[in-house]
């Protein structure tokens, strides 16, 4: 029975992931250089000083989250070139990966994320993802996401703006609608419960708050 379960959610899983790769709208290489550009611009504005800061992810700082950014990054190239998931790069618990240099060592793997999606064939068939099998258009569109939410995190732990444009919070959001609820059916550990929007906010609050997100989130200063 447990395996059972288990299979029905990896399907369905992989049956909303088909539905990703949004085959009308903006070309998603073209996403994937806007939100890898605008995820270094918000990186390279960060202080060391600012990098134990709080963050919207609970336990996790600053610096956690840019760790975080760069495994992922990499991990996803990996997907773009079909190889095997590089087992080193932690997502709950990330490693130490940009030492001192937090702009450059995301800088370099954000152009190997981009070359391996751009490589001929990448986007054709089937790769794999963190939650499985799926259309390589959803598998980068996830890597899209991905990119967004944790840029978002940053500059709210940070202060400062976080660059995302309305045809960037509108594409993302697509995705969120279809992917966030695939994966916090297989892992609800991964996503909070939505929080509900307001009347009138913006996509990229809606955006946030599909993910569990609070978007007026404030470090709690009490505990200082």
């Known amino acids: 029975m447990r395996r059972k379960l288990i299979n029905n959610r990896y ?21 994937l250089d806007l939100v890898q550009s605008r995820a270094s611009a918000v990186i390279s504005t960060i202080n060391i000083d600012q990098m134990a800061l709080p963050t919207p992810c609970d336990l996790w700082d600053v610096k956690d989250i840019v760790n975080k950014l760069v495994a992922s990054t990499r991990l996803f190239t990996g997907f773009g070139l079909r190889q095997p998931a590089d087992p080193s790069l932690d997502l709950i618990d990330p490693k130490d990966l940009i030492g001192d240099d937090p702009v450059g060592v995301y800088l370099a793997a954000a152009k190997e994320c981009r070359d391996a999606w751009r490589a001929t064939g990448a986007l054709s068939g089937m790769a ?22 944790l840029t978002w995190d940053i500059s709210r732990a940070c202060h400062i703006s976080h660059l995302i444009d309305e045809e960037q919070a509108s594409y993302v959001l697509y995705v969120a609608e279809r992917l966030v609820p695939a994966v916090r059916s297989q ?17 990229v609050d809606t955006l946030i708050s599909l993910t569990g997100r609070d978007p007026n989130w404030k470090a709690d200063t009490s505990k200082n």
């Open 11 to 31: 399907a369905l899983v992989q049956k909303r992931c088909y539905f990703l790769d949004m085959s009308n709208s903006p070309d998603p290489l073209r996403m």
């Open 128 to 149: 794999t993802s963190t939650i499985g099998e799926a259309k390589a258009k959803a598998v980068l569109n996830a890597r899209i996401f991905d990119t967004t939410i």
């Open 187 to 203: 892992s609800p550990e991964r996503y909070k419960n939505p929080v509900s929007s307001m009347d009138g906010s913006s996509t």
